[in-house]
């Protein structure tokens, strides 16, 4: 993690943060239309600016852990030349002076393929799970 920048979201009982440069916007999630025969973590596609199709995924269910479909806010990331999104509960906000070299160790249920978490730090009473978004999603965007 190279960028000390944090925006930070909840998402069912997790709270992570990504680095703010791997975000594009947020926006609110007006209505996901389900792919016949979409797989999780593929939650159904959206109309995007000028048109654009945009897949928006289930993050716990891209980390192997089911999820139910929740959440008002669609954060959108730019990820090489495809743009993806998921869909969060709240957000925290914007966490400055995090280092990489600095983070826990994770310990807990959520999977991933190498580099998509981590680590983790305390923020007040919350304990962030710290993200590489394209690590997370290098495989459904494919």
Known sequence: MT????ISFHVGD???????????EIVAAVSVTPVPDGR????GLM????GQALPVFSLLGALGRDSESGGSLIVVSELGPAFVGFRVEGIGGVVDGVQG????????ELKGRAGAIEGTFESGDRSMIVL???????EVVR
Do not use: K
């Not at 960028?3 to 944090?6: A, N």
């Open 101 to 108: 070299d600095r983070l826990d160790e994770y310990h807990g």
């Open 132 to 138: 590489s978004l394209s690590a997370v999603f290098q």
């Open 14 to 24: 997790c709270d992570f943060a990504v680095p703010l440069s791997e975000i594009r």
């Open 3 to 6: 960028d000390s920048r944090l």
């Open 40 to 43: 999780l973590p593929l939650e």
């Open 47 to 50: 109309v995007y600016r000028g």
